[in-house]
């Protein structure tokens, strides 16, 4: 069994197991955005925080909302509850929410000078209520189930940082990398250099696995992505903590939108690929040949529908991801985050039927 930072016994390590493709007696499963409006009592939490942010950076809300969820279902992990956009938050641009529209910053990077200003991140100072809330939830958690820790993706915060907000056409950003791809490059490598900062000192603070979200790779060109998005993921992997208390820290990468680049994404050194519903399991299966665990990738929408389509939906996605014959290598998620119009009692049906399905295959 793996051992935590307090010493106390990790009563279910199936997940962990399962990302570095060692034995588990059922298949582990998770969920994006897990904590989150879809639940009444997240809902209600969140009112007495007064908003997002302040939820966020109240230690005690935020442990308390990241909990929420393992009360109610049979999760193998918890996953930090925060937000991506902490990071360029702490540099310098005034993050903020308007209600209805999504985050929106104060600054905006554009220029070789705006680039330049941007202030090197000490994530331990800088962001310490993110680590303040992993080591309280490592604590709270007691040896449950692993602790996710997470980032945004270079090219993911980019977007955010020289659009000024969400965006559906990222044309600021995109102009920038076809016009002047050398200043893309150095914010890149600023916020590389910045996520590496924060995902150490957040493993420092107790964090077991990682997953680096790159939401917005999807919308690069084939090229472009890697050169973009995908190698400095890669630099992040590599100045990554991969050890810590005698135990390996996977790291999860996933790329929305990004199946057809599982192959490129072999050399980062990630131990687990993550997929969202566009791609076949059984199809990456046999593309990743073994050499990492897979994570996915049914579509949140389901969730949407009745109980016995749920089950359907499931036990077809544990047939693509067992159609080899492999025992392990395999956690059950969705290909995105759960939405806030989900029913609760839903979302207990895709947890519970991929451990009581999975049987068949793992048994």
Not at 354 to 363: C, Q, T, W
Request: hydrophobic share 40%.
């Amino acid at each position: 069994m793996i051992h935590g930072k307090d010493m106390t016994t990790l009563k279910n390590d199936r997940f962990l197991r399962a990302l570095l493709r060692e034995p588990v007696d059922t298949t582990p499963v998770w969920m994006m955005r897990q904590a989150g409006r879809y639940l009444p009592e997240y809902r209600a939490t969140r009112a007495q925080a007064g908003d997002f942010l302040s939820l966020c950076k109240n230690t005690d809300f935020a442990c308390e909302v990241t909990l929420q969820p393992l009360r109610r279902y049979a999760l193998d992990a918890a996953i930090l509850f925060s937000d991506i956009l902490t990071v360029p938050d702490a540099l310098g641009l005034g993050l903020y929410f308007e209600a209805g529209e999504g985050p929106k910053f104060h600054k905006t990077v554009r220029t070789e000078q705006d680039i330049a200003q941007l202030p090197k991140l000490n994530a331990k100072t800088d962001l310490g209520y993110v680590m303040d809330a992993v080591s309280t939830i490592r604590s709270a958690l007691a040896g449950q189930v692993p602790l996710i820790g997470f980032s945004g993706s270079p090219w993911t915060l980019a977007t955010y940082m020289v659009e000024g907000g969400s965006s559906k056409e990222f044309r600021f950003t995109k102009q920038m990398m076809y016009a002047q791809p050398e200043l893309l490059h150095a914010l890149l490598d600023h916020l590389a250099e910045s996520v590496i900062d924060y995902l150490n000192a957040q493993i420092d603070a107790g964090a077991q696995a990682i997953q680096i979200f790159d939401s917005w790779g999807g919308s690069l060109a084939h090229r472009e992505y890697q050169e973009f998005s995908l190698q400095y993921m890669q630099k992040i992997i590599a100045g990554l903590q991969r050890e810590k208390d005698g135990q390996r820290i996977p790291v999860i990468l996933f790329t929305k939108g990004g199946g057809q680049w599982l192959i490129p994404m072999l050399a980062t050194g990630a131990d687990a690929l993550g997929l969202d519903w566009t791609t076949s399991l059984k199809t990456a299966r046999e593309l990743v040949q073994g050499q990492v665990a897979l994570q996915g990738n049914l579509d949140p929408a389901i969730l949407y529908g009745s109980p016995k389509s749920i089950e359907r939906a499931v036990h077809a996605m544990l047939d693509d991801a067992y159609a080899h014959g492999e025992k392990t290598g395999y956690i059950a998620n969705l290909g995105h985050g759960i939405t806030q119009w989900v029913n609760p009692d839903h979302a207990k049906v895709f947890v519970d039927t991929v451990h009581e399905y999975s049987a068949k295959y793992l048994g």
